[in-house]
C-alpha cells in the first residue's frame, strides 16, 4: 500500500484506488516466481529444439487462465483476474518443471535445494522486518512527495540490507559468491 499511495496516490489516483491497486499488486506478486521460472524453464525446450511442449502448455494455461477469470472475477472483481493470471502461471511453470524432469533434462541438486530454501527463509524474514516496520511507520506517510519517496527508498534499502544479512547469516550466500555475481554482471 505504501509503494502505491507514494508512487500513485495524487490529484487523479484516490486513497480508495491506491488500496485497490495494492490489493491487486499484493496478489500479482506471488506470481513473480513463477514468471521467473516460465523464463527460465522455457529455453530448456528451445535448446532441444522442442517448441510445441511449451507451447501447448502456454495453450493449456491460457485456456485455464479465461476459465478462472470468469469463474473469479465476478466474486472477487479485478483481483479475481488477478488471481486467475497468477494460478495459470504457477500451473505454466509447474508443467515446464515437471516435464523437463520427467525427461530428466534438469536435475536438481541438493545443495540448491537447500541454498533456494535458504533464500526463501531470508526472503520472508526480510518481508517479516519490514512488514513490522511499516506496522509501526505505515500510518505516518509524509505529506510531501519528496518525503514520501524519500520513505519509500528507505524501505527499498533496508529490504536489501536486511536481505543480504539474513542470506549471510543463513549461508544461501557468501560474500566472495555475491562478489563474483556481480563483477560477472558487469557491475565493478
Known sequence: ?????ILFER???SYDESIATA???SIYAWGLPAYILIKVLTPGYFAREDTKTPVKISILCILVNLTLNLLLMGPFLH???VIATVVSSWLNAILLACVLIKRRHVIFSDRLKVQVSKIIVA???MGAVLSGTLGVY???LPESEYGGFLLLLGLIISGVVV????AQLLGAVRWGELKIMLNDGGVK
Open 79 to 81: 483481483k479475481g483476474i
Open 163 to 166: 536481505f543480504v544479512g539474513f
Open 123 to 125: 526472503a520472508a524474514l
Open 138 to 140: 505505515g500510518d505516518i
Open 11 to 13: 490529484n487523479e489516483f
Open 23 to 25: 490489493g491487486a499488486l
Open 1 to 5: 500500500e505504501p509503494v502505491i499511495r
